[in-house]
């Protein structure tokens, strides 16, 4: 229970920092990044799988760079369903979907490496 907390603290966190970064990308309070993550959860179990299933022939075609698309389309059904949370246009999806995941794996590796030196 609490690696879930943990987890989903770090990508509310990580979600606040991409707002800071990318431009059109905007966050009004801690609240609705939090409540975000939970949608971005609930679009990446549900939705986000059916999409890709659905883009496979293109995604095969462009040698996997169409699931930058993908992961845009993901984080824009995100902003549309939490309040506090919008995006002004598909190039702000995709770059904030880029460093959403450059910022959500280097928390998730900093804190794997504190694990394992805790247990050494």
Not at 48 to 66: H, M, R, S
Not at 74 to 83: C, K, N, R
Not at 106 to 120: G, R, V, Y
Request: hydrophobic content about 60%.
């Amino acid at each position: 229970m609490i690696n879930f907390f943990v987890t989903w603290v770090i990508s509310a966190i990580s979600l606040g920092i991409t707002a800071q970064i990318v431009p059109g990308f905007t966050i009004s309070s801690w609240q609705a990044a939090a409540i975000g993550v939970i949608v971005m959860a609930f679009v990446n179990a549900i939705i986000k799988p059916i999409i890709t299933i659905l883009t496979l022939p293109l995604t095969i075609l462009t040698l996997g760079l169409f699931l930058l698309v993908v992961n845009a389309i993901s984080i824009s059904l995100v902003a549309y369903f939490t309040p506090g949370f919008s995006i002004s246009s598909f190039w702000a999806a995709l770059f904030g979907s880029v460093v959403l995941s450059f910022i959500s794996s280097l928390f998730n590796q900093i804190l794997d490496k504190s694990n394992n030196n805790s247990l050494d």
